[in-house]
Nanobody, 120 residues
Framework: QVQLLESGGGLVQTGGSLRLSCAASGRTFSMGWFRQAPGKAREFVAA????????YYTDSVKGRFTISRDNAKNTVYLQMNSLKPEDTAAYYC????????????????WGQGTQVTVSS
C-alpha cells in the first residue's frame, strides 16, 4: 500500500508560481499529477516515470509546468510557472505500478489533494 501526501498549494496571482510536492510512503514507479476544477472531471496534468527520464504533459501546461522527482526522498514535484486563472483546481498526486502511466485509469494510489487558486 502506498500513501501520498501533497503540499504546496495556495493562492497566487496570475503569472505567479507555485511548487507542489508529493511525498510517497512506499515504492512507486510512474507518478503523476491530476487536477479537478469544480463541476469538472478530473484531468491529467503531468507524469514521470521511475527514473525521471520520461515525462509527459497535457498540452495546456506544456512550457509552464515541470514535473520532477527525487527518489532518495520518495518525492515528486510539480513546478508551476506563469499560472493562469484556468489552472485553478484541486491538484492530486497519484502513483502507478505501471512503468509509465499517462491516463487516469492506470493509477492505483491517490493523495487527498491540494488546492491551487489563481486570481486574475
Amino acid at each position: 500500500q502506498v500513501q501520498l501526501l501533497e503540499s504546496g498549494g495556495g493562492l497566487v496571482q496570475t503569472g505567479g508560481s507555485l511548487r507542489l510536492s508529493c511525498a510517497a510512503s512506499g515504492r512507486t514507479f510512474s507518478m503523476g499529477w491530476f487536477r479537478q476544477a469544480p463541476g469538472k472531471a478530473r484531468e491529467f496534468v503531468a507524469a514521470i516515470n521511475w527514473s525521471g527520464i520520461n515525462t509527459y504533459y497535457t498540452d495546456s501546461v506544456k512550457g509552464r509546468f515541470t514535473i520532477s522527482r527525487d527518489n532518495a526522498k520518495n518525492t515528486v514535484y510539480l513546478q508551476m510557472n506563469s499560472l493562469k486563472p484556468e489552472d485553478t483546481a484541486a491538484y492530486y498526486c497519484a502513483a502507478s505500478r505501471e512503468f509509465f502511466a499517462t491516463t487516469l485509469h492506470e493509477y492505483d494510489y491517490w493523495g487527498q489533494g491540494t488546492q491551487v487558486t489563481v486570481s486574475s
